[in-house]
Nanobody, 117 residues
Framework: QVQLIESGGGLVQAGGSLRLSCAAS????????MHWFRQAPGKEREFVGR????????FYADSVKGRFTISRDNAKPTMYLQMDSLKPEDTAVYYC??????????WGQGTQVTVSS
């Protein structure tokens, strides 16, 4: 199994920046892709972006493209979400997830991001 712990959430004003971290432990050798999702109050969990763990290729939701950047440090192993130009609508609990190449997915516990207007 893979254990994931998010950190870095907090309160920021609109237009500001935050960097989230997702530290992986356990069977990190089986990680294939890692994702960021978010869930706002009263809404369904939505995809934010993902990164291929070995090659580093990234893909983003249209709502965050150009403002958010995903990166990873395989040696730690940790995934990051750099969030710039934050908007109030980015307020949500942010979750990281890791996929095995079998499709099994592991989730972190989430970290709260609040953007004030």
């Amino acid at each position: 199994q893979v254990q994931l712990i998010e950190s870095g959430g907090g309160l920021v004003q609109a237009g500001g920046s935050l960097r989230l971290s997702c530290a992986a432990s356990g069977r990190t050798d089986i990680i294939y892709i890692m994702h960021w999702f978010r869930q706002a109050p009263g809404k369904e969990r939505e995809f934010v972006g993902r990164i291929n763990w070995s090659g580093g290729a990234t893909f983003y939701a249209d709502s965050v493209k150009g403002r958010f950047t995903i990166s990873r440090d395989n040696a730690k192993p940790t995934m990051y979400l750099q969030m710039d130009s934050l908007k109030p609508e980015d307020t949500a609990v942010y979750y990281c997830a890791s996929d095995r190449n079998t499709g099994v997915r592991y989730w972190g516990q989430g970290t709260q991001v609040t953007v004030s207007s």
